[in-house]
């Protein structure tokens, strides 16, 4: 899940060469990364500098950062607003340049110039309003009707979501009966996650895999673009979960939490046309792999990581009977 934060520099840079400035220490908490984030990091500032120079981009002061990726505001030579994305190269940034390519702007943000070797990306401006602008019910069907633009045929280069399940089946058998989450719930997940990992309609509709609130941005060609894919070669109705694990505090405050979860599920299953049943039991296997990455991260656990694990076990159990 990665939230950009779209804010723009008190001091914005003027010319070519000031990207130094603009990577500040707070920028990310650097505990508990790995040494190639590390790295990635060190190296910023100076591969932004030279990014700037051979692509010809003039920076205007804007500033998006997120977990994994800073973009800078930029303008190109021919005066075209655009944003210059670098992100630490993981597994799941290697296919953000295909997805985009497939799509070609239907749905989402258009690819200008891609160098995946050094996680840069040239995109067509957005933003900054994201969807957290519009109540989260509409806000849903919004992003149902973007589904149809994404949702095309996957490519081979794309991981597999069946792969992925067959590995989280094992992954989720294997946690320990004292692990904090309820144990039906973990056998619930590995069970479908097992029963996917052989479904031939698992795999193959390109999906972002990712989308939610905070990566839908108000956008001058259309009126809301997806930005920041994660790309699978899988099952559409795998879309659903983020849209319930995002804008939590909206969800608390109403004082049903069950309602407010399962209103969301509903409202995007039926503008898009999924499969309830289907779209449940992927919002369970997500939830509960959440679940599986955060006890794997994180052997002794934070106030934090314990509120994540809450959530996501609430929200497997809201969207059962």
Known sequence: MVQ???RADSNP???RGDATGTVTAELWDPRRRSASWQRWRRDLPALL????EEWDLRPDGYRG???CAIVLGVHTPDGERAALKVG???PESAHEHIALRLWAGHGAVRLLRADPGRGVLLLERAGPDDLTSVDPLAACEIIARLYPHLHRPATAQLTRLSDL???WSRELTALPA???VPHRLVSQAASLAADFATDLATDGRLLHSDLHYFNVLAADREPWLAIDPKPLSGDPSFEVAPLLWNRWDEALATGTIREAVRARMATVIDAAGFDPQRARDWVIVRELVNVLWTLHDAPVLSPPERQWITRSVTIAKAVQD
């Open 4 to 6: 950009v934060s779209h």
């Open 49 to 52: 500098d030279v990014l700037l």
């Open 178 to 180: 004292d692990a904090p």
């Open 13 to 15: 840079p003027d010319a």
């Open 65 to 67: 950062v997120g977990e």
């Open 88 to 90: 630490w190269p993981h």
């Open 165 to 167: 399940c067959a590995r």
